[in-house]
């Protein structure tokens, strides 16, 4: 987690006696469910101790200075893996361009996974790291060191996106010059807006028909609501695209070379775009005067601000998340890639200048946050933020917050506590390898041989801190996978790999019909395992038809009083609980919305019996009794209770709350929920009534619709219930020229026949249920 906007340098110093004080814990369990177990009793008050402080030397601040951490993330198609090729070819880290689905059958260098290039999509986040010089505002070179994760655009991946921006400073958000914002890209948005990632945007494919970037920034400030302006105007239009004009440095910047390598500048603007780009340079100061005081003073003033106060004000507002600075020019014809690179380095931040924070495991979890700063001499603080099973084994992608961590070193597993030596420690540059010894603070590195999940803490082992790890969406598709013949060992150990590797991919097996079921954010998303399971395991298989993720909530509280009291003639077993359930919002931060909160005073039930009434309650929640779907959106407060010093124990608890939420389930007006998509369609004008036509008749509410010359854009909410065998149906109604992507948005009550229907067909299933 971030903090807010960066005045952190001094936060970080602060002196340590602000945070040594009495601090009492009165809500800790509330935040989140999973770090609820490890929490110390409440009420009690706790010393918070006084942290050493660190500085940041000359050389942390000369190193980070020229540091950069940044993601590529965009609606789908929109060209970041082309960009990124560009950009490793212009900083000389490939020799040459391969395209995504290009004519060569090499594949972008970032697409590594053969089925990726075969899709040509992205599937998985591939990181890399280049050297760019960098002309800054003052014509002068300086030398930047980039760490890039370039990301799917799918949302059924959309965890990779999640994990590449929970550890990155800043990111490119791409956009299509004539699609401009889609419903991905406001995905995208969100989720940079969740983890505090300053942006530049990047308009690309301005050599399309119908580019239009004016209209573009304005979806950036209307539709996702930042102030947004051009630092650029383009020297020629659509298929004559020649450059762009800086309007920071007042320079035509054009591209020249067979694949663009060659950037030539000149004083002289074309006299065609001389008074646009003046009235987009004023467009420019406006824009920054209402997010920057200083430039705001001087256009009171009526003054022109220099190239440095302009370029200043740019990296500020930027860094503070107040502003989107806006570049354009296009991928695929080689345009206008190298200032975007400058723009890079002069305006996202340092990894000085993003806040971080770890909690203190000896520490209730609603405890002030620890600030990490990344200075050589701190204690290591490193998070494991994805983990990639590669062929030299277990690869796991670490982003070090602070200290630094050596080949051969020993380092802490936070959540564990095991000790484990770094025997191989790597820079990943896509799918190869570069051997390094050493690796400082603010830096992405892979360590090979280390076993954890995707969000583990790792330290020195002098400090007990650990980071809060990333919001991971909840499944809303499942289906049956059975492997053809006999079950070997390759079935499971494939499904464990994949488990680890991606929160998002979940495996259970059901009770009922003891099918394995796996459920994801897609159906692309599961198609890709089982092809993955077939090619890397040898396993085939066969599915199940997809199965929507209902889930089933409560609507109103209920209290429950209930006794769990069982004597069997050996050990008796007795436990009192009561309390009461409620509806709980969704934590937006960590994506929790059940919880469990203990409030029972005078040791009523012993503190060794507690956490046997949180696990009766998780387990109570895995099947709710109108549709045998999860119960979500719901709290359990336990107030008080009663032991026995014999026949009490922790499963006597665990039962006891496993009863008390059976018995009172109805009176808290359950509902059955169903997933609803953000369903995006582009497609020729003529079209356009029978697509919308299409929507309507499967139920979808039409929130947004765009008409350009030749397309027209129509966002829906449909329920995915609804949307099996669009793909086909869509092909069908546009002449194969339509496309549409489609994301999770919410779950919201079925309607009253269909949880009629579920609810019957649930007891069919259950011939032990009350009929
Ligand atoms: N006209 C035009 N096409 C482009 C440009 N950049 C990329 N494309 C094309 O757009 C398509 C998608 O490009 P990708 O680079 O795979 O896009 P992406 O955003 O990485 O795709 P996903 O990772 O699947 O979301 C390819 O056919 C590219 O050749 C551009 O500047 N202009």
């Known amino acids: 987690m971030r903090l807010g906007p960066p005045s952190f340098l001094a936060s970080l110093r602060a002196p340590t006696s602000c945070r040594s004080a009495l601090w009492q814990s009165s809500h800790s369990l509330r935040r989140n469910a999973s770090a609820a177990a490890a929490v110390k009793p409440q009420d009690a008050e706790v010393e918070i101790p006084s942290y050493p402080t660190y500085d940041l030397s000359d050389k942390d601040h000369t190193r980070l200075r020229f540091q950069r951490n940044i993601g590529v993330s965009a609606h789908i198609d929109s060209g970041k893996t082309t960009l990124t090729e560009r950009i490793l070819y212009y900083t000389g880290r490939i020799r040459?361009?391969?395209?995504?689905?290009?004519?060569?059958?090499?594949?972008?260098?970032?697409?590594?996974?053969?089925l990726e290039r075969e899709k040509g999509i992205t599937i998985q986040s591939a990181a890399t790291f280049c050297d760019w010089i960098a002309t800054n505002h003052k014509g002068d070179k300086e030398k930047y060191a980039i760490n890039i994760i370039d990301t799917p655009g799918h949302v059924d991946f959309t965890i990779e996106v999640e994990r590449a921006l929970r550890v990155l400073d800043g990111a490119i958000l791409v956009l299509c010059a004539v699609s401009g914002v889609q419903s991905q890209t406001t995905t995208v948005d969100r989720q940079m807006r969740r983890y505090n990632v300053p942006r530049i945007s990047f308009?690309?494919?301005?050599?399309?028909?119908?580019a239009n970037p004016w209209r573009v920034i304005n979806q950036i400030r209307t539709k996702l609501k930042i102030p947004a302006a051009a630092l650029q105007v383009p020297i020629g239009v659509?298929?004559?695209?020649?450059?762009?004009?800086?309007?920071?440095?007042?320079?035509?910047?054009?591209?020249?070379?067979?694949?663009?390598q060659t950037i030539i500048e000149s004083d002289e603007i074309p006299a065609d775009v001389l008074e646009f780009a003046t009235q987009k340079r004023r467009e420019l100061i406006e824009q920054l005067a209402e997010v920057d005081d200083e430039i705001g003073e001087l256009l009171i003033m009526d003054e022109e601000p220099n190239t440095t106060q302009l370029t200043d004000a740019i990296r500020r507002a930027t860094v503070a998340l107040k502003f989107s600075p806006v570049f354009m020019g296009s991928a695929v014809k080689n345009t206008s890639v190298q200032p975007l690179l400058d723009g890079i380095c002069a305006y996202l931040p340092t990894p000085a200048e993003v806040s971080a924070v770890a909690h203190d495991t000896n520490l209730p979890v609603s405890a002030p946050p620890v600030p990490l700063v990344p200075a050589e001499t701190a204690p290591l603080v490193a998070l494991a933020f994805k983990l990639e099973e590669g062929r030299f084994g277990q690869l796991t992608y670490?982003?070090?917050?602070?200290?630094?961590?050596?080949?051969?070193?020993?380092?802490?597993?936070?959540r564990t506590g095991k000790k484990v030596k770094i025997p191989r420690l790597v820079r990943m540059h896509s799918n190869e390898l570069e051997d390094i010894d050493h690796i400082g603070p603010g830096e992405i590195c892979a360590i090979f041989g280390v076993d954890c999940s995707s969000g583990d803490t790792f330290t020195d082992g002098s400090s007990s801190y650990t980071m809060t790890s990333m919001f991971v969406p909840d499944p809303v598709i499942s289906l049956a996978l059975n492997p053809v013949g006999q079950e070997g060992p390759n079935f499971s150990r494939a499904l464990n790999r994949f488990k680890k590797e991606d929160p998002t991919f979940r495996v259970h097996v059901d009770k009922e019909s003891k099918e394995t079921i796996i459920s994801g954010m897609g159906e692309l998303h599961l198609e890709i395992y089982v092809e993955r399971m077939r090619r890397e395991y040898g396993v085939e298989c066969t599915t199940g038809k997809p199965l929507v993720a209902f889930r089933e909530t409560i609507t109103q509280?209920?209290?429950?009083?209930?006794?769990?009291?069982?004597?069997?003639?050996?050990?008796?077993?007795?436990?009192?609980?009561?309390?009461?359930?409620?509806?709980?919002?969704?934590?937006?931060?960590?994506?929790?919305d059940v919880g469990f909160e203990n409030m029972v005073m005078a040791g009523n039930i012993p503190n060794s019996y507690i956490p046997g009434c949180e696990k009766g309650f998780y387990e109570a929640l895995e099947k709710g009794s109108l549709s045998g779907n999860p119960v979500s959106g719901c709290r359990l407060i336990l107030r008080d209770g009663a032991f026995h010093s014999v026949d009490s124990s922790e499963l006597a608890f665990r039962l006891a709350i496993q009863g008390a939420f059976r018995e009172i389930y109805n009176n808290a007006k359950p509902v059955i929920l169903e997933p609803i998509m953000t369903v995006e369609v582009v497609a020729p004008s003529e079209f356009q009534s029978a697509v919308i036509g299409g929507l309507n008749s499967r139920r979808g509410t039409i929130i947004d619709s765009e008409v350009r010359e030749d397309e027209f854009t129509a966002v829906a909410e449909v329920a995915l219930n609804d949307m099996f065998g669009y793909a086909s149906f869509l092909r069908g109604q546009t002449q194969g020229k339509g496309e549409f992507s489609m994301e999770y948005k919410k779950h919201l009550p079925v309607m009253p026949d269909v949880q009629a229907e579920l609810n019957a067909a649930y007891r069919k299933t259950m011939p032990t249920a009350k009929k």
């Open 238 to 260: 659509e298929d004559e695209l020649k450059g762009v004009v800086d309007l920071v440095r007042w320079k035509s910047v054009y591209n020249e070379g067979a694949k663009g």
């Open 398 to 414: 670490m982003r070090v917050y602070q200290g630094s961590m050596r080949k051969g070193q020993f380092i802490h597993h936070a």
């Open 203 to 210: 308009i690309n494919k301005m050599d399309r028909p119908g």
């Open 96 to 114: 040459d361009i391969h395209e995504v689905r290009g004519r060569d059958n090499v594949g972008a260098k970032m697409d590594s996974m053969d």
């Open 557 to 592: 509280s209920a209290d429950f009083s209930y006794t769990h009291k069982k004597q069997t003639g050996g050990a008796g077993q007795f436990a009192r609980v009561v309390g009461s359930i409620e509806p709980m919002e969704i934590d937006e931060e960590t994506g929790k």
